[in-house]
Each structure stands twice: as structure tokens, then as C-alpha cells.
Nanobody, 112 residues
Framework: VQLQASGGGLVQPGGSLRLSCAASRSGFETMAWYRQAPGNQREWVARITAGGSTDYADSVRGRFTISRDNAKNTLYLQMNSLKPNDTATYYC?????????WGQGTLVTVSS
């Protein structure tokens, strides 16, 4: 199983980016985004169930939107009103039964 994250880059504060995560197969009960800033531990950002229920970390609620296209086996993270402290490597995650899979990460840098 492979998860391929993409869409990161350099953006100014207040800007937007959309991350994508293409999965090599379907069937994940829950998919999520995590992030890790330099020197920090990896932290959970948002999750979405197969049925479409979503949940967000307080730090991104109202600014980020997680979604998934089950037909395309793709997970998305729309990030608006980006702040410098959103700078991190973003990782997608998929849970299937007792197995957890990780993508390779995509770097988001928010800076003027």
C-alpha cells in the first residue's frame, strides 16, 4: 500500500494551498493529515471517516478542510488563511483494520 502526498510549497501568510494524497488502493476506514514542524513532534491535524465525518485540531479548525474522493482513492486538505506556524511537513495517513499507513510527506512553508 502506498500513499503519495503532494501539493506543498511556499506560500505567503494569509494564502491558501491544497494538499493531495493519492492512495494505491481503497478501503481505508479513516484517513488523516498530520504535520511535523522542525524540532517538534508529529501532531494530528484532521481526520475523515469513510462515511465523511470530519474532525479537526483546534489550531486549524475553521481554516482547513479535509475531504476525500473515494472513487479516486484520494485524500485532500484545503488550507486557507495560512499562518507562519503552519509551516511543517504534512503527512497523510490511512487506517485499514489494525494497519496504519503513512505517506512520505510534503513540505509547506508559510513565509513572506
Amino acid at each position: 500500500v502506498q500513499l503519495q502526498a503532494s501539493g506543498g510549497g511556499l506560500v505567503q501568510p494569509g494564502g491558501s494551498l491544497r494538499l493531495s494524497c493519492a492512495a494505491s488502493r481503497s478501503g481505508f476506514e479513516t484517513m488523516a493529515w498530520y504535520r511535523q514542524a522542525p524540532g517538534n513532534q508529529r501532531e494530528w491535524v484532521a481526520r475523515i471517516t469513510a462515511g465523511g465525518s470530519t474532525d479537526y485540531a483546534d489550531s486549524v479548525r475553521g481554516r482547513f478542510t479535509i475531504s476525500r474522493d473515494n472513487a479516486k482513492n484520494t485524500l485532500y486538505l484545503q488550507m486557507n488563511s495560512l499562518k507562519p506556524n503552519d509551516t511543517a511537513t504534512y503527512y497523510c495517513n490511512g487506517v485499514s483494520g489494525t494497519a496504519r499507513y503513512w505517506g512520505q510527506g510534503t513540505l509547506v512553508t508559510v513565509s513572506s
